[in-house]
């Protein structure tokens, strides 16, 4: 069963740091590109970035780049979302999904399976 | 960036009748390689999103066939044969021709 599990719940304050786990498993991790969604809460969904965990290509989102940095660790088939400096506006549920073997057409592009989402709590 | 919208954004439903939500993107979603990568998507409350349809119209493994998707170029629809309550949720358009992808704002289903 190809599955994402990701990293539990985490309460944070302003200005801590945090990295945030989804683990593949499956299938072939190195194969497939990874992306990253923010929800806050109550609200809807909004793509954060995405990396092919084969040779770590990443591409952020023009509202997300320089605030967040996506990995990825193929030994260990885990890709990550950190923060180096957490704001109360990060506080978001972030999901994993697993994306096609290539974002730049390969006829696969699409997004299934999804982890299960890391809740995160930013307050003083 | 391609920008989603949906319509409506709330829709109460009665059990067993139709439901159909309208995606449009702000230009066309066909891809260079010939393909149209919009996905529709369910998020039931308090659960994570589902894939339900990929590339326009293709049920994914395990949705039930009173999902179904059409649509080309930028105009595009999701549509319930026959509502059942376990389709409530808040149903997403998500374009990946183009990248940042994007996603619609939501439409809330819920029963009348």
């Known amino acids: 069963e190809v599955q994402l599990v990701q990293s539990g719940a985490e309460v944070k304050k302003p200005g801590e740091s945090l990295k945030i786990s989804c683990k593949g498993s499956?299938?072939?991790?190195?194969?497939?590109?990874i992306g990253w969604v923010r929800q806050m809460p109550g609200k809807g969904l909004e793509w954060m970035g995405i990396?092919?965990?084969?040779?770590?290509?990443?591409r952020y989102s023009p509202s997300f780049q320089g605030q967040v940095t996506i990995s990825a660790d193929k030994s260990i088939s885990t890709a990550y979302l950190q923060w180096s400096s957490l704001k109360a506006s990060d506080t978001a549920m972030y999901y994993c999904?697993?994306?096609?073997?290539?974002?730049?057409?390969?006829?696969?592009?699409?997004?299934?399976?999804w982890g299960q989402g890391t809740l995160v709590t930013v307050s003083s | 960036d391609i920008v989603m919208t949906q319509t409506p954004l709330s829709s109460p439903v009665t059990l067993g009748q139709p439901a159909s939500i309208s995606c449009r993107s702000s230009?066309?979603?066909?891809?260079?390689?010939?393909?149209?990568?919009l996905s529709w998507l369910q998020q039931r409350p308090g659960q994570p999103p589902r894939l339900l349809i990929y590339?326009?119209?293709n049920r994914f493994s395990g949705v039930p066939d009173r999902f179904s998707g059409s649509g080309a170029g930028t105009d595009f629809t999701l549509k319930i044969s026959r509502v059942e309550a376990e389709d409530v949720g808040v149903y997403y358009c998500?374009?990946?021709?183009?990248?940042?992808?994007?996603f619609g704002p939501g439409t809330k289903v819920d029963i009348k």
């Open positions: 999904a697993r994306g096609g073997t290539s974002i730049y057409g390969s006829g696969n592009n699409w997004f299934d399976p």
């Open positions: 499956g299938y072939s991790f190195t194969s497939y590109w």
């Open positions: 990396i092919y965990p084969g040779d770590s290509d990443t």
């Open positions: 230009q066309s979603l066909v891809h260079s390689d010939g393909n149209t990568y």
């Open positions: 590339k326009i119209s």
């Open positions: 998500m374009q990946a021709t183009q990248f940042p992808f994007t």
